[in-house]
């Protein structure tokens, strides 16, 4: 990572802290007030060497007085400058992670494709923290060693400035050191933070296939890979906290060289001009204390450099390509639910093969229409693409005779109610599961869970509609989850409704019960099913056989059957027969 990288880096940091500029700015000036009696610690310890030692100088009793008003005086100042500097840091962090969830709302839907959950969750909820944490200790460190160095070295400037010009002699050599050391830090916490993110996904994998790992008994295969990644994170941490151990005795090593000779110029200095002890006690614990707080800078580069690395993942994640939404055109009630694919070819990137060849269907208004095929025949792209998830390479859908790419992606979803055999559900209740981002209507809620056979189930819940389900839905039967996920899908009310393997989870008693239920709004919602399980669609208006993203055959159960194509074999090879 070049020095360019790290101050745009830091540059886009600071969106986030600006808005809370003033407890930054505060934070400054109580430090700045700590630091302004740094240099009167040295001064006072002069004075005592210096007329101290002469009787009645000055009472004994003003000393502890003195003192200790002066570190009082310090640890207001640093207090005050604490908490304002945890007052910026937690609300930039909460800003911080706005807009990555933001970013995260908007992202295309190719990148979800890539991306691993727990990247995501590490990126969002972990590393803002972590970032603002290191560049802000980087900061407080800067405030409460830096600005009284600088003090100090004003200081020594007004004491003897021959000797602190050439105390300034080892700096260009320290910055090479340091420049060195930095170096190796970069390589390492880039390596570092890779494979912590690696770490990350494989737990994250382990807690979501916890019931594919114990039916094959996966237990000590599983444990040996996270092992071997584990091993490389250590392997990476070590290494980045060796190269930053490094830091401190190397610049340690090249101040020690720089003030033994400044101390052994003071002495000489003093003895051929005769300046008395006290001058020379002043110069030289304002420079002890100069070099002890250089010391606590020279730390500084290693948290830095991770911070940096770390922001730069989540920068990705902000920079990762957006959803594309170039429609403008709302309409301005529900549709009609007329829908027509014409000529239609989809092919995804680094695909071998198209998943739509051209294809021409339509899904006529109030009709039940199912998709039936193997595989990779385009069932799933075709309501990828009515979605709007992704734009046709060719070709054309419009909904009610307007193309759907001039509609606005928010106008185009809420025709649609989906029911996909991927069920996702949130941690929270039943009631707000079902009324997802609506506004809740009890008639509504109840009808839905009678619908999608569920009312008796959720009555006997200890609170209702308003027990927890659980981290999707891990407190509910598999067939449960599947109701849940279509009542949520009859709440919304929309034209269209599209079920996508909807049913496969259920028993036989709650499939005839769903059919029953959506068999009333047939004629009045458009209905597209997608089914493996062929007995299931025999009454549908329209059935559409589709094969390598084309357009096999259509017609419904009596007509495909009587003209014994591929559908007719399909059914004849789910029922057994020859």
Known sequence: MSS????????????????HRWGALLTVLAYVGAAATEPMLPKLIGFVFGEGFT??????????????????????????????????????????????????????????????????????????????????????????????????????????????????????????????????????????????LLLVNKVDDITRAWRVVRQFGAAGYERDRFAAVSQEVRRNNLKTATAGALAQPLSQLVASVGLSFIICVAIWQARTTGSGVQAF??????????????????????????????????????????????????????????IAMEQVALTYPGAGQAALDGLTVDFRAGRTTALVGASGAGKSSIIHLLLGFGRPDAGRITLDGIDIQTLSRASLRRQFAVVSQDIVLFDDSVANNIAYAQPRDESRLEAALRAAHLWDF????????????????????????????????????????????????????????????????AGRKTLIVIAHRLSTIRDADAIHVLGAGRLIETGTHAELIARDGAYAAMVRAQAGEP
């Not at 360019?4 to 808005?19: E, H, M």
């Not at 606590?296 to 922001?311: E, G, K, M």
């Not at 919304?492 to 989870?505: G, H, L, R, Y």
């Open 281 to 338: 006690v002043e110069f030289v614990t304002a420079l002890l204390l100069l070099t002890s707080r250089l010391r606590h800078l020279s730390d500084l580069a290693a948290p830095f450099t991770r911070a940096t690395v770390i922001a730069k993942g989540c920068f990705e994640l902000m920079d990762a390509p957006k959803e594309v939404d170039t429609g403008t055109r709302e309409l301005p009630g529900p549709a009609q639910g007329d």
């Open 4 to 19: 360019d990288t790290n101050v745009s880096t830091a540059q886009r940091l600071g969106k986030f802290v600006y808005p």
């Open 55 to 196: 009787k009645g100088a000055f009472p004994i009793w003003m000393i502890p007085v003195v003192l200790i008003g002066l570190y009082l005086m310090r640890g207001l100042f640093g207090f005050a400058g604490q908490y304002l500097f945890n007052w910026t840091v937690t609300r930039s962090v909460m800003d911080f992670r706005a807009a990555l969830v933001n970013a995260l709302l908007r992202l295309d839907a190719q990148v979800y494709t890539r991306m691993q959950p727990g990247t995501a969750v590490s990126k969002v909820v972990n590393d803002p923290q972590q970032i603002l944490q290191l560049i802000g200790d980087i900061g407080m460190s800067v405030l409460r060693d830096g600005l009284p160095a600088v003090a100090m070295l004003g200081y020594l400037f007004y004491v003897n400035w021959q000797l602190t010009l050439l105390s300034l002699v080892v700096t260009p050599l320290m910055a090479f050191v340091m420049k060195k050391v930095n170096q190796r830090m970069r390589l390492m916490a880039t390596r570092s933070y890779d494979s912590q």
């Open 458 to 521: 959720v009555q006997g819940l200890p609170e209702g509609v308003e027990t927890a389900v659980g981290a999707n839905g891990s407190k509910l039967s598999g067939g449960q989850r599947q109701r849940l996920a279509i009542a949520r899908a009859l709440y919304k009310e929309a034209p269209v409704w599209i079920f996508d393997e909807a049913t496969s989870a259920l028993d036989t008693e709650s499939e005839r019960a769903v059919q029953q239920a959506l068999a009333q709004w």
